[in-house]
């Protein structure tokens, strides 16, 4: 065990919470409240540095509890997690921000930490002037940066106005420039916090490469991101944060599809049985699925071809047409498309079981997480039976097979596969 | 590559006692040095008096205390002119009042950077302790014109001015090493500052001689005094640089003591809180 970069032995992390202030329903009760607030606050905010007792606490909210692992040099590590997982609290202690409340690790080497893109800018200093502090702010020396300064100009793209105001700069301009200036630190451990969410595809393209290039040169990268196609793409291994706890370590896709099998399983299939079946006056959802090929994959990426099963049960005696219609809306809450039985031809249904099943095209999704919005049963092409919400939900993966566009992002609500073809000579001019 | 060759540092929960980590801040050097670079460039940006600031925030006071306690209230200034008298206390107190204040606010200024990258927290209340030094260079050229038109020369003591600049130096840096600390927790410190600085300033021999203490209350008040830094620096600066009186050597040796005081004690409750600094900013 020669090689290890970092080791760490049951870091635990507790942070204060707010409990709820009593409430006052008498002016009594609130002035003399009042009255007393100064010493509540004082004994609030001198805790704030003591974690005496944290164990047995209500009010401690544990970020970090146990986590151990080790990385080796050379290494390029992603940590998965849920929000509020403790990846990034794991990061700041590594990074010495902020320190543990019980544990401890040894760090070998230089580390330097990109938990920002823009750390220590200053809008009123100049391109050159805020170079120099950032880079200084980052673990830089004044020399390493002379070194390295034509380099990060050329880099951020923006040579014309390294003189000029950072204040003048666009939004794009401050975070090209804020990151090439983080991609020229050569410490032997960098840490990377979701970086790659911010920024113009292009500039996307041009910090997923550097950190692939910095992996290759046999530096050690502890990378979180929410973006797993990004995690995958780079990483060599992976561990998975769940409320504080390192709960999975392994081979990167590995942990990442447990990871998201264990996220998505839950959404993808709703089966109930007659009594507990979400139902109106007329009709009971049995079951609604999302079923895929998954003897490849097992997980589904962009592209693929999917379908949807909705099993119902019908309390109406008589015969009638019934529909569905459902709203797929993607994470930033756009309708992709209303997905609707009415174009059909209609079939009568009785009381009973009926199935209707709704194939989604191949070469048609794009990545991203998705859910049925809303979700109808339609009698008869015009009343509205039953309603439900949130009836399934799911993930669909980057897919490595596409790469058009840029890696790991997400570009256009889908990624449908064109009918193209190219005419030449005479007939192009017609 | 082996474990054993690599330099390395631990994160625990208790580190060991060392007030200052002097390797470490040789390292970081360069962003001291950017700091206060930033600080004074920033400084006067946009303003259309730019660098006068310097010199009218003095300047005005003078003439406001000049009037008002010099010829109103018929202050007594051992004999000095009262402009020149005023001004010569008003110099080191204006570095000392800013610098403290903004150390102080230092820590809640940068707050943003406490939670994102590591450095020497140090660095943040240090860098106005530097960069206000650059106010205090462009004032003192106009005491330089005042004894001039006034026609006092120097004495002999004014080699020991930088002594008396690195008295003053480390009450700020003590006071702030103080506030900051207490009012990144506290922000009930933002609200204090500015009374504490008026309080400080009508406290300190600026607008009458200290000379009137030891006249109106006795020789031992007087000593007493002196424990407040800043007295034994502003008779300090009239002293050497007008020579109108001795070296109040007396009262600097009291202030020496409780700025050494002062410094220590602040530095060891910035080293005591600084691990907290990212959780409660």
Redesign the interface.
């Known amino acids: 065990?020669?090689?290890?970069a970092i080791t760490?032995d049951k870091?635990s992390k507790a942070?204060l919470i707010g409990l709820k202030d009593e409430a006052h329903d008498t002016l009594a009760g609130a002035v003399s409240s009042w009255l007393k607030s100064p010493l509540k606050n004082?004994r609030t905010?001198?805790r704030?540095?003591t974690y005496k007792n944290a164990e047995e606490r209500e009010d401690y909210f544990w970020a970090l509890k146990d986590v151990s692992f080790q990385i080796n040099?050379g290494e390029v590590l992603g940590i998965i997690g849920h929000n509020g997982a403790g990846k990034s609290t794991l990061l700041?202690?590594?990074?010495?921000?902020?320190?543990?409340?019980?544990?401890?690790?040894?760090?070998?080497?230089r580390i330097a930490?990109l938990?920002?893109v823009g750390?220590?800018f200053?809008v009123?200093?100049t391109g050159r002037?805020n170079v120099?502090?950032s880079g200084?702010?980052?673990?830089?020396?004044?020399k390493e940066i002379d070194k390295k300064f034509d380099e990060i100009i050329e880099f951020s793209g923006i040579e014309k106005f390294i003189d000029t105001q950072a204040k003048k700069y666009s939004n794009g301009m401050r975070i090209r420039l804020a990151f090439a200036i983080a991609a020229s630190i050569e410490t032997?451990i960098m840490v990377i916090d979701e970086v790659l969410n911010i920024g113009d595809a292009d500039f996307q393209r041009k910090s997923i490469a550097k950190i692939e290039s910095l992996a290759k040169q046999g530096r050690t990268v502890l990378f979180v991101s929410h973006n797993l196609s990004a995690i995958k793409a780079i990483c060599t291994r992976a561990i998975q944060l769940n409320h504080g706890k390192l709960i999975r370590e392994g081979e990167v896709s590995k942990v990442v599809s447990v990871y998201l099998s264990s996220y998505v399983k839950e959404h993808t299939v709703h089966k109930y049985d007659m009594e507990t079946a979400p139902s109106s006056e007329y009709a009971k959802l049995i079951k609604a699925e999302l079923k895929f090929d998954d003897s490849k994959n097992d997980h589904l990426k962009a592209g693929d071809p999917f379908e949807f099963e909705f099993v119902f049960y019908s309390l109406m005696k008589e015969e009638h047409i019934l529909d569905v219609v459902f709203q797929l809306k993607d994470e930033l809450d756009n309708i992709v498309f209303i997905g609707s039985s009415l174009d059909n031809n209609y079939v009568k249904v009785s009381e009973g079981y009926f199935k209707w099943i709704c194939k989604v095209p191949a070469d048609f999704m794009n990545q991203g997480s998705y859910s049925l919005h809303k979700f109808y049963l339609i009698k008869n092409k015009t009343d509205v039976i039953f309603e439900q919400r949130e009836v399934l939900s799911f993930e669909i993966m980057y897919s490595f097979d596409l790469r058009i566009g840029n890696v790991g992002r997400k570009e256009g609500i889908v990624k449908p596969k064109l009918d193209w073809s190219l005419l030449s000579g005479e007939n192009a001019n017609k | 590559m082996s474990s054993n060759i690599i330099p390395h540092f631990d994160i625990t929960v208790k580190k060991k006692w060392k007030l200052f980590d002097f390797k470490e801040l040789v390292k970081y050097k360069d962003l001291l040095y950017f700091f206060v670079l930033r600080d004074i460039t920033v400084l006067y940006k946009q303003t259309v008096l730019g660098m006068l600031w310097a010199i009218l925030n003095p300047v005005m006071s003078m003439v406001i205390f000049s009037v008002i306690f010099g010829g109103l209230a018929k202050i007594d200034s051992d004999g000095i002119p009262y402009p020149i008298f005023s001004y010569a206390a008003v110099l080191p107190w204006t570095y000392f009042s800013q610098s403290m204040s903004g150390a102080t606010s230092s820590l809640v200024g940068n707050a943003h950077l406490l939670t994102k990258v590591y450095f020497p927290r140090i660095l943040i209340p240090l860098t106005p302790i530097f960069s206000k030094l650059m106010d205090f260079t462009i004032a003192f050229s106009i005491l330089l014109v005042m004894m001039f038109v006034y026609n006092i020369s120097p004495t002999w003591n004014v080699m020991f001015l930088p002594l008396l600049m690195i008295l003053m130096i480390l009450t700020a840096l003590g006071i702030g090493m103080w506030l900051s600390s207490l009012a990144i927790q506290y922000r009930d410190v933002r609200f204090a500052i500015g009374f504490m600085t008026s309080m400080l300033m009508y406290a300190a021999p600026v607008v009458f001689p200290a000379s009137l203490v030891a006249e109106k209350f006795g020789e031992t008040v007087y000593l007493l005094y002196g424990l407040y830094p800043m007295v034994g620096v502003i008779e300090g600066f009239r002293s050497s640089l007008l020579g109108f009186n001795p070296m109040p050597w007396n009262l600097i040796g009291m202030g020496s003591v409780s700025a050494i005081i002062i410094f220590f004690s602040g530095a060891l409750h910035f080293k005591k809180t600084e691990k907290i600094f990212a959780d409660v900013a």
């Open positions: 065990m020669s090689n290890i760490t870091i942070y004082y905010l001198k704030l540095n040099h700041k202690i590594l990074c010495r921000i902020t320190e543990p409340t019980s544990g401890s690790a040894r760090v070998y080497g930490s938990l920002e750390t220590g200053n009123e200093l002037e120099y502090l200084t702010i980052l673990g830089m020396t004044k032997e």
